[in-house]
Nanobody, 124 residues
Framework: QVQLVESGGGLVQAGGSLRLSCAAS????????MGWFRQAPGKEREFVAR????????YYAESVKGRFTISRDNAKNTVYLQMNSLKPEDMAVYYC?????????????????WGQGTQVTVSS
């Protein structure tokens, strides 16, 4: 079993930055692709970014491309999401997830383990 705990969320003004962290415990996630998803009130959970097990491949939703950066430190069993130039439409609960394979996708069904989420609030 893998436990994932997100942190780093909070309140930020539009145009500001936040860095989310996702710490894994229970076992190492170095062979798993990792993803970030988000869910705004009344909306479905949507894909934000994913990174392969070895960081050789990253992929972003069009809405965050150029503003968000996903990275990982396998030695620390941690994944990060750097969010710059935040917009009010980025406001949501952000979740990290561990995929069952080394190369993930944008589909929630490809991810076996999920964190509890961290709230990101962007004021205009």
């Amino acid at each position: 079993q893998v436990q994932l705990v997100e942190s780093g969320g909070g309140l930020v003004q539009a145009g500001g930055s936040l860095r989310l962290s996702c710490a894994a415990s229970g076992r190492r996630i170095s062979m798993n692709a990792m993803g970030w998803f988000r869910q705004a009130p009344g909306k479905e959970r949507e894909f934000v970014a994913r990174i392969s097990w070895d960081s050789s491949s990253t992929y972003y939703a069009e809405s965050v491309k150029g503003r968000f950066t996903i990275s990982r430190d396998n030695a620390k069993n941690t994944v990060y999401l750097q969010m710059n130039s935040l917009k009010p439409e980025d406001m949501a609960v952000y979740y990290c997830a561990a995929a069952r394979r080394g190369y993930g996708s944008r589909l929630t069904t490809e991810y076996d383990y999920w964190g509890q989420g961290t709230q990101v609030t962007v004021s205009s």
